[in-house]
């Protein structure tokens, strides 16, 4: 069993009427000759992982490496203490996790890269918010990263996941759709809402440059975590409802590929354009390479 | 490929690419040279020269030259820790032809300088890693399985007498590339296999009259 596309993992699932994160399972363990419960175990180690940084993030006040970011979850985190009415709002407990991921990042912590470093905080802010939300155990948390990551492996097959190679839409973007699939999984929908729910998010967050204030994976990389998960969980509700997209997912990914090929170089991780050079950026920038 | 190169892996950030690809390539260098390194010269091309510091590609490259994986915390220290196992660096920019924007070009030599490795690599996203040359030959090696780096003299038949070692011990080969410089020279072949071969393998290997090296590079 194999697939090379969205449409193909969508099939496979209805074809056995099972769950997206089944058939990644399945090929997974006929890929790496693992059994189901190694290849669960592996998954749960990575959960710990994200479970450890959101609590990291949550908790500390992080030191990062330009020091532009460290304490935005901590920010959230007394905004929502301290107003009765935002602990019910699970964008909050979203946004939040997101940002305490991205610092630990940034802070040269561990986190598990989804799909990549940058793009870290995504997937495990909206599956750990949800989870909470709606008293899911660890078996289905992991079910539904196998599910992000069967969808992010389509991308790979066709496109680059590197901001370097295809902007920030490789990275938050892919991230976001990935955690919009796992986010429909999670809440009960069916194969074909996932598959939706990915395209709803990739399709929204194309274009979007790789343009990071001097160089760092700080500005605008840890609020746009933020944007992007709170982003994907719109998407999967979109999908929930049965919203569809317009456009099918496999053809999103071609779309997403060529805009990165057209996106000139200064817009790809080399902080040669865009916010890398504003004024602001520039001075700040100087203030950060005087300091070493 | 697998989804924990997707959703995964565990490591230390800021960025997969320039973080934890850079400290791959260090070790995968590591690998090839299999010699204490006493001296190290880094230079960096594109983006990884343009972002170096910011994302700690410099600790990282020098954390995978001392065998850090990607996930170890003492890659923000590489620095302080080469020092104190005598490994002499320098980190440098360098413009190459017709390679990928995040790419590195390591040397590496031992104490007496009697040995030298050259090798080119890439980061090529997500982590991932491509070197593109090893000591002037070009190659593909990407450390995602377990691989074997021999040297063999290139004649009719060698090749064969590779593989027929490789199946005799259960081996399977999923790919393999060979190159060489001049005929009838010396031969390189990249072997990517299913399985990790064991020490009983790498010495038949080396038992056999014409090979040179038989090099065992783990998956990274």
């Known amino acids: 069993m194999e697939y090379k596309s969205t449409a193909e993992l969508l099939s496979l699932a209805e074809k056995e009427n099972t769950a997206i994160s089944e058939i990644v399972l399945k090929v997974e363990m006929e890929e790496s000759e693992l059994s189901r419960a190694e290849i669960e175990s592996r998954m749960m180690e990575n959960l710990q992982v994200m479970r450890d940084a959101v609590e990291r993030g949550i908790n500390n006040k992080i030191e990062s490496g330009g020091g532009l970011v460290g304490d935005e979850a901590l920010k959230m985190q007394s905004f929502i203490n301290s107003n009765p009415i935002e602990k019910d709002n699970i964008y909050n407990t ?40 709606l008293e899911l155990g ?63 998010a990739l399709k929204n967050m194309l274009g979007l440059v790789c343009d990071p204030v001097a160089g760092l994976v700080e500005v605008p990389c ?27 997912a496999d053809e999103i990914i071609i779309a997403m590929t060529e805009i990165g090929d057209q996106l000139p170089s200064c817009l790809k991780e080399t902080s040669k354009g865009g916010l890398a050079i504003t004024p602001t950026a520039l001075k700040l920038r100087e203030e950060i390479f005087d300091k070493k | 490929m697998s989804i924990f190169e997707i959703m995964g892996p565990p490591m230390i950030g800021p960025s997969s690419s320039h973080t934890a690809g850079a400290a791959r390539l260090g070790r995968m260098a590591r690998l090839l040279f299999a010699e204490k390194i006493d001296r190290a010269v880094v230079k960096l091309h594109g983006s990884f020269a343009d972002t170096a510091t910011g994302h700690g590609t410099d600790k990282a490259v020098i954390g995978g030259l ?33 390679v990928h924007p995040n790419t590195v070009l390591i040397e590496l030599y031992n104490q ?10 890439s ?13 002037g030959s070009s190659v593909k090696l990407t450390g995602r399985m377990p691989t074997l780096w021999i040297l063999h003299k290139d004649r009719p038949g060698e090749v064969a007498i590779i593989t027929s070692i490789l199946g005799d011990h259960q081996i399977n080969i999923a790919f393999m ?15 990517e296999l299913d399985q990790k071969p064991g020490p009983e393998v790498i010495e038949s290997l080396s038992r056999s009259k014409d090979i040179f090296q038989v090099r065992y590079l783990p998956a990274l």
């Open chain 1, 94 to 133: 979203v946004i939040s996790y997101a940002l305490a991921v991205s610092e630990v990042n940034a802070g040269m912590g561990k986190i598990v890269a989804g799909p990549t470093a940058g793009a870290s905080g995504i997937v495990p802010a909206v599956v750990l918010a949800l989870a909470e939300k």
């Open chain 1, 138 to 200: 660890d078996e289905q948390i992991i079910k539904s990263l196998l599910t992000a990551g069967g969808l992010g492996y389509v991308v790979s097959r066709k496109a680059t996941l590197a901001g370097a190679a295809g902007g920030c839409q490789a990275e938050c973007g892919v991230a976001s759709a990935m955690a919009a699939g796992a986010a429909v999984e999670l809440r009960g929908g069916t194969p074909e809402m996932v598959v939706n729910a990915f395209s709803l």
């Open chain 1, 222 to 248: 840890v609020k746009r975590n933020a944007a992007a998960a709170s982003h994907a969980l719109s998407a999967s509700t979109m999908a929930l409802a049965g919203i569809k997209s317009v456009i099918p």
């Open chain 2, 66 to 98: 001392l065998g850090f994986l990607p996930d170890d915390e003492r890659l923000k220290n590489s620095f302080v820790l080469a020092e104190k196992e005598n490994m002499e660096y320098s980190i440098e920019e360098v413009k190459l032809r017709e």
């Open chain 2, 112 to 121: 007496a300088e009697t040995k030298e490795l050259k090798m080119i690599g």
């Open chain 2, 123 to 135: 980061s090529v996203g997500g982590g991932r890693i491509e070197v593109t040359e090893i000591n």
């Open chain 2, 177 to 191: 590339q060979v190159y060489r410089n001049r005929k009838g020279d010396i031969g390189s072949c990249i072997i």
